[in-house]
């Protein structure tokens, strides 16, 4: 086993795989941008190294500045985090490259997963159902508005590189379709540097579930469960829970095949999601589901797997990137309770606005089945370079009536002031109807802030 | 009369979409923001001449002038 890690990473998730870390009695070894030198994350690791200024690409995006704070710090392993550079192939074979141990999926599964076009290709290749849609990445708007009469409309326009609801939009017909291809091309080209293109055809409605898979140092990849991701806004997620409210165990079964499978045909090592849109109008003759994306890193969302199964799945990424077997026993995982997460954002609770600023009170909510993973505290200040996730607030209860409850407690004992959050929205999420009923899709925020006839 | 538009939140300017003098209508979008990995168009809430008080690449604090239409 190593025994340092560098976290290449901000906020909540640097946080939170420092815990880990240290918990493993392994030095923790957190880099930093400028406006961050005040965050929990810089204080709690064993050291700290500055990488520069404030925007990504002079930071935390910054390839040889992290190789070269973890040579002299004298780390032995990267843990990536989310975003930034975890699915980076490039970065994670220059981590290889310089002698360190990459904590995660290797490379090539890095670029077989990246591209969303040769992943749909890949996964269906092996058995995984696909939605219909273009095998080959189209050129300009007219081979768009040729191959979508082949598709079929309502259409999912994306970037073939892209991620986090950036880069997507629906197209209802050719009009809509030449608009959100535009749209698309831009941010593939602006964020990711790569503006190839797919055509997908749109679910309408559907719920958004995905699996947690681990590909363990032996080769086998199991599954912990799944996630219902069907809160949105902007195609961007804001609560989880797990287990999701409409699975039937048939079905459940038959996902966890299916993500088992997309895992295993790149060989995949380490916490991955595959992710799946499934149509609610199928339920009732056994659901039907797509493979949507395969995400090659640990997922936002991955503390309500933990809360769930009681399985670190920091740990077991660390023991797998050491050759070494689980903490836990694939064979007898177990699945106590109900969890949600909710996503903490400095945003306005209304039309979801960015709201960066100071934050001049903060008081998380406590006690048994409440879990924060927070990026912040008292008097840092939240800046605008980065995305607006403030924390993560997690409940865990013996059921989802009683984890709602309990959200709901744990939402009203949150107290952020200084900037606008959209714990407000929560509270009004957890009182929605649609939403305490289970029976709910990726339509459901737009529902819940459409005027009122 | 004039209309001055305001940000709503620190961010960056990314984008200027008009040219200095420029006749806008309601609804058009002046300037392009971004915060927080998000872009957000800067509209205009009337008609008439437009002046940009802000450069590309510029931040912008909360309430900051952005732009005046005459």
Redesign the interface.
């Known amino acids: 086993m190593f025994e340092s890690v560098l976290v290449a990473n901000r906020g909540e998730i640097a946080r939170r795989v420092i815990r880990t870390v240290q918990r493993m009695g392994l030095k923790a070894i957190a880099v930093y941008s400028e406006v961050d030198a005040d965050l929990p994350f810089v204080k709690e690791a064993d050291e700290a190294i500055l990488l520069g200024g404030a925007a990504p690409s002079e930071s935390y995006l910054d390839i040889a500045k992290v190789i070269e704070a973890a040579e002299q710090s004298g780390a032995e392993a990267i843990h990536p985090g989310y975003g930034f550079l975890s699915e980076n192939a490039t970065f994670a074979k220059a981590v290889g490259d310089a002698g360190l141990v990459w904590i995660g999926p290797s490379p090539e599964a890095i670029v077989a997963m990246g591209d969303k076009v040769a992943a749909r290709n890949l996964v269906g290749d092996a058995g995984v159902p696909i939605a219909p849609g273009t095998r080959e990445p189209v050129a300009d708007v007219e081979a768009a508005v040729i191959a979508a009469k082949e598709v079929g409309y309502p259409l999912m326009v994306k970037a073939a590189g892209g991620g986090?609801g950036?880069g997507m939009s629906i197209a209802h017909d050719e009009e809509q379709l030449r608009t959100a291809f535009a749209t698309a091309q831009n941010s593939a080209q602006r964020f990711f540097a790569n503006p190839s293109i797919l055509l997908e055809r749109y679910v309408e409605s559907a719920r958004h579930v995905e699996v947690q898979i681990l590909g363990l140092a032996d080769g086998r990849v199991v599954a912990l469960g799944e996630r219902d991701c069907s809160v949105q806004r902007?195609h961007q997620k804001v609560a989880e829970e797990t287990p999701c409210p409409v699975l039937t165990p048939d079905l459940r079964a038959r996902m966890i095949t299916a993500a088992v499978r997309a895992g295993e045909s790149v060989g995949y090592v380490g916490a991955g999601t595959v992710e799946f849109l499934l149509d609610p109008a199928s339920l009732a003759s056994g659901g039907e589901f797509y493979f949507l994306e395969m995400n090659a890193r640990l997922q936002v969302e991955h503390p309500i797997t933990e809360l769930v199964t009681g399985v670190d799945l920091v740990e077991q990424q660390l023991l797998a990137a050491a050759g070494e077997p689980p903490s836990f026993d694939p064979g007898a995982l177990t699945m106590t309770g109900h969890a949600i997460e909710l996503r903490v954002y400095?945003?306005d609770p209304k039309r979801f606005?960015?709201?960066?600023?100071p934050i001049t009170t903060w008081v998380e909510p406590a006690g048994p089945g409440i879990r924060v993973d927070a990026g912040y505290h008292e008097g840092n200040r939240v800046?605008?370079?980065?995305?607006?996730l403030l924390a993560k607030l997690c409940v865990h209860g013996a059921d989802r009536a009683a984890a709602l409850e309990r959200a709901r407690e744990a939402v009203a004992a949150f107290q952020i002031e200084g900037l606008k959050s959209n714990l407000p929205f929560f509270a009004e999420l957890l009182g929605d109807p649609e939403f305490v009923s289970g029976v709910y899709d990726t339509g459901l925020v737009t529902r819940m802030r459409a005027p009122k006839a | 009369m004039a209309d001055e538009v305001r940000a709503e939140m620190v961010a960056n300017v990314w984008k200027i979409v008009v040219t200095e003098g420029q006749q806008v209508e309601d609804g058009d979008t002046l300037v392009i923001l971004e915060s927080m990995k998000m872009e957000i168009p800067v509209i205009a809430e009337s008609s008439g001449s437009v002046s940009v008080k802000v450069a590309e690449g510029d931040v912008v604090q909360d309430g900051d002038l952005i732009a005046v239409i005459e």
Do not use: L, M, N, V
């Open positions: 986090g950036i902007r400095a945003e606005f960015p709201s960066p600023g800046t605008q370079f980065y995305d607006p």
